[in-house]
């Protein structure tokens, strides 16, 4: 198949792009790399001995976009593209949305335009209502608290709108947790501008000495030892996810959301452990106040994936802390 990966230079993006190769997949990338750097087409090259067409383009460009459906005959898309900053979302809501949410319809609408029924699209957890109980299944109710999340929600609203509109489509909406690690080449990984939002960055900054300690977000949440407990998931399970998802939408087609998560949760204590031990290093920490908008507790029931997709992420938190700090070690040269 000729799978358009917008996003594809990013961090899950571009492992993706490495397993669709592996898979005698054609691949074809847009991105503008507002987010990733155009190294990662080399690098991926470099892990699968083959090539993808690259297009530095954004894709609310209408003309440049149409310019790669005209040039290639695309089977399916998987849309990764996207502005994914909780905070800065926030602070810039006007950005996201028309990133989001403009970028998607003008994909969708060439998507149509060139007959291109298949698609796979980046959703969230974070689409799902925090007040309601763990663990989350697909049936959870909905409810974003920010605008990041409120795109996701609404680009998911316009795929079930458009589907019920033409059912030969077929789409497949995946809800990630927490993608963490890297490839295990430690070629690839996650390269996030300036000083990470996220945990497994961060920690994986203070084991290098980049940054001086943690700020553990509240140690005062019910549960075990109080401090916020998520669903990890390695980067390169969640991507096998997406080629399960690809397969399900070429043979079957419809329209389908599944979680991607491992289903079991880890507290940032015991991520904070599982790094020091992968990587030898203390990592200092301080307690501090808990984040505004941040849940006590989210992981996954990803039943419905391991009965639809056969696909259940195999990859442990050890392994996804061993892969990120050879991530690390790698790019801080
Ligand atoms: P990333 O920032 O590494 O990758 C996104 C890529 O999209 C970047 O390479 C960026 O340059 C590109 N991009 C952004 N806007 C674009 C535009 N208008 N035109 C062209 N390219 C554009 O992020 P990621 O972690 O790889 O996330 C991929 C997708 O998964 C995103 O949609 C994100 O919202 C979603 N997601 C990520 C997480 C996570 O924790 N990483 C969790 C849930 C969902
Ligand atoms: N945390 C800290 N210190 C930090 C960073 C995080 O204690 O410096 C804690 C948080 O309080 C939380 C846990 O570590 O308990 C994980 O936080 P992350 O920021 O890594 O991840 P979130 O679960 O908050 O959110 C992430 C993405 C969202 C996405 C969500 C679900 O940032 O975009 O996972 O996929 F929607």
Redesign the pocket.
């Known amino acids: 198949m000729k799978v358009l990966v917008t996003g594809g230079t990013g961090y899950i993006g571009s492992h993706n792009c490495i397993d669709l190769l592996n898979c005698g997949h054609d691949v074809v990338v847009a991105d503008n790399l507002s987010n990733s750097k155009i190294d990662v087409i080399d690098r991926v090259k470099e892990i699968t001995g083959k090539s993808v067409s690259f297009y530095k383009i954004d894709i609310m460009d209408k003309g440049g976009l149409e310019n790669i459906f005209r040039q290639h005959d695309v089977d399916a898309v998987i849309h990764f593209a996207g502005l ?1 900053a ?1 905070g800065e979302s926030v602070t810039v809501p006007l950005r996201y949305y028309h990133n989001n949410i403009t970028g998607s319809i003008i994909l969708f609408k060439l998507m149509q335009k060139y007959h291109v029924k298949k698609m796979i699209f980046s959703s ?3 689409v799902y209502s925090t007040s309601d109980k763990v663990p989350y299944t697909e049936d959870t109710n909905l409810g974003a608290t920010n605008p ?2 409120r795109t996701k929600l609404m680009i998911e609203e316009i795929l079930r709108d458009y589907y019920a509109s033409d059912k030969s489509n077929s789409i497949a909406i995946l809800r ?3 993608p963490v690690g890297a490839h295990p080449s430690g070629l690839i990984g996650e390269d996030p501008n300036g000083i990470p ?4 960055p ?1 920690v994986s900054m203070v084991a290098a000495g980049k940054l001086p300690e ?5 140690n005062d949440y019910n549960t075990p030892d109080g ?2 407990i ?1 669903d990890y998931i390695h980067v390169t399970d969640l991507s096998d996810g997406h080629i399960k998802a690809l397969d399900k939408i070429s043979e079957d087609p419809g329209l389908y959301i599944y979680n991607l998560g491992t289903g079991k949760g880890y507290s ?1 204590l015991e991520v904070v452990r599982a790094f020091e031990s992968a990587s030898n290093r203390k990592i200092n920490y301080k307690i501090v106040d808990r ?1 505004p908008g ?1 849940s006590a507790i ?1 992981y996954a029931d990803p039943t419905k994936a391991k009965t639809e997709l056969n696909w259940e992420a195999k990859r442990s938190l050890e392994k996804m802390c061993e892969d990120a700090w050879r991530w690390q070690q790698n790019n801080s040269k």
């Open positions: 994914k909780v969230s957890a974070t990041y999340g990630y947790f927490n939002n996220n945990l497994l961060y943690l700020s553990v977000y509240g401090t916020g998520r940032v984040r941040d989210s």
